[in-house]
């Protein structure tokens, strides 16, 4: 799961922002495995969230498109090549404090359109759970 911020403070001796943990939700496959067709396409979309190990990178993550919902969930939106016709976004959040990507779900979605209120009310209880779950 992942919060959603800006960069991460941490950075190696080169002036390079490190990566950051990926966490992947089991929801998040989940939601996956129900949008695509195919293992070659799942594989895709488990490459898609390593990428985000590098949130906060600007010139690592300047071909991405990354927009934010709300204060702390993110969505990348995902469309074509192995996918195909098929466009989705993955909700992500980044929790500054561990320096984690959370991926809390995966949604059918266009290109450029706003996440739908019930889906955003969905990351943020994924996200509040694995909170919940980390601080014990």
Not at 46 to 71: P, Q, Y
Request: charged content about 25%.
């Amino acid at each position: 799961m992942s919060k959603g911020s800006g960069e991460s403070k941490d950075s190696n001796q080169t002036g390079q922002i490190a990566k950051q943990v990926v966490i992947k939700l089991d929801a998040a496959w989940n939601d996956a495995r129900k949008i695509v067709k195919t293992d070659g396409q799942l594989i895709y979309v488990g490459d898609v969230f390593e990428r985000l190990a590098d949130f906060g990178n600007r010139s690592e993550t300047a071909d991405l498109c990354i927009v934010k919902v709300n204060g702390k969930i993110w969505k990348l939106e995902v469309k074509g090549f192995v996918l195909g016709s098929i466009a989705m976004g993955v909700c992500f959040a980044h929790v500054t404090e561990t320096s984690q990507i959370v991926v809390l779900g995966v949604v059918d979605s266009d290109v450029g359109t706003t996440l739908k209120p019930h889906l955003v009310i969905k990351m943020e209880r994924r996200l509040a759970y694995y909170l919940d779950e980390l601080a014990q």
